[in-house]
């Protein structure tokens, strides 16, 4: 391993690169930690937005005022103010109120900050992509579920909202990809990920271009996967006489 790694940094150094860093094993221990924490943010936020876009849409469409109106003041609050304020206001007003509420039995630690803040943001993103399929699914579909009987509940979650997971996919999938970028703003609190890391190496090393170009590319590639999943999974779930 060693060996490939310092042909690697020779091959870079001819380019007029410096990836020296990679040879020194805490420094490299402390990137692939950091690569390791932004994927499990990624992967809690991913599943943490949809819950709450999911509970959103639902609110959204309830015909209830009492769930609708304060689910659209969030959303407009929510997708109307930038995610780093709002990861600020959590983590220095929040989490200071709930610490000196409970002391240090406080269980929220940062990265559970950043997953809350994250999945709240997107989740207002993908609330609004679900209502627009709810909305879309035909009006002769809810009467056909509607003459079976089904409750409002029923007719939400075994009807419009299969239907409109569908509808919405590419909306939500392009919500994910800029969610996997998002969560880089986990480094403004010290949450140990990768961009965190990469700023601890250069203010020792002054390799920021490398450094940054490190960085362009572990992003381009996650959200090329989630890209990739997003695509496989609407061909998937593609319906005769939907779309293409």
């Not at 930690?33 to 937005?49: M, N, P, R």
Request: net charge neutral.
């Amino acid at each position: 391993m060693s060996h490939w790694l310092e042909m690697f940094v020779q091959w870079t150094a001819r380019l007029g690169l410096n990836y020296s860093f990679v040879l020194d094993a805490y420094q490299r221990g402390s990137m692939v930690d950091g690569a390791l924490t932004t994927i499990a943010l990624c992967a809690c936020t991913i599943v943490g937005s949809l819950l709450a876009g999911v509970s959103l849409a639902a609110m959204l469409t309830s015909g209830k005022p009492w769930l609708a109106k304060p689910a659209r003041v969030f959303i407009e609050v929510t997708r109307n103010t930038p995610t780093l304020v709002q990861l600020y206001c959590a983590f220095l007003v929040l989490n200071m109120l709930l610490t000196q509420a409970v002391g240090a039995a406080n269980p929220l630690t940062p990265f559970a900050w950043v997953v809350i803040v994250i999945s709240l943001h997107k989740g207002a993103f993908h609330a609004e992509a679900l209502r627009a399929g709810i909305e879309a699914v035909p009006a002769v579909t809810m009467e056909a579920a509607s003459s079976l009987a089904f409750s409002s509940r029923q007719l939400l979650w075994n009807v419009q909202l299969p239907l409109a997971v569908r509808f919405a996919l590419p909306s939500l999938i392009n919500n994910l990809i800029d969610l996997v970028k998002m969560t880089a703003v986990a480094s403004a609190i010290a949450v140990g990920d990768i961009t965190y890391a990469s700023i601890m190496i250069w203010t020792q090393s002054d390799n920021v271009l490398e450094l940054m170009i490190l960085l362009l590319t572990f992003f381009g590639l996650l959200s090329f996967i989630v890209n990739c999943a997003g695509r496989a999974l609407e061909t998937r779930l593609r319906m005769p006489g939907y779309g293409h």
